[in-house]
Nanobody
């Protein structure tokens, strides 16, 4: 069983930056695809970004160019650098991992970290 633990959330002003980190309890190499999701207040959870074991990335349109996902296989971590934050980025951010590249859903989830962007 793989456990994912997020950190790095907090309160930031619009235009600021935050860096989220996710540490896996086991080897991150067991998770082919890693991702960050978020759930804004009163809304459904949505995909933010994913990264494959080979480093291929994918972003939702609204964060493309502002957010960067990266994984460090040696440190069993996946990070999300968030720049030029907007109030609409306010959400609980979740780290997730899938064992297989083409899995229809993520297998493991963290408990989330809250990001609040003020005006």
């Amino acid at each position: 069983q793989v456990q994912l633990v997020e950190s790095g959330g907090g309160l930031v002003q619009a235009g600021g930056s935050l860096r989220l980190s996710c540490v896996t309890s086991g080897s991150i190499l067991s998770l082919n695809r890693m991702g960050w999701y978020r759930q804004p207040p009163g809304k459904q959870r949505e995909l933010v970004a994913t990264i494959s074991i080979g480093g291929t990335t994918n972003y939702r349109d609204s964060v493309n160019g502002r957010f960067t996902i990266a994984r460090d296989n040696a440190k069993n971590t996946v990070n999300l650098q968030m720049n030029s934050l907007k109030p609409e980025d306010t959400a609980v951010y979740y780290c997730a991992g899938a064992r297989y590249a083409l899995a229809p859903a993520m297998d493991y989830w963290g408990k989330g970290t809250l990001v609040t962007v003020s005006t």
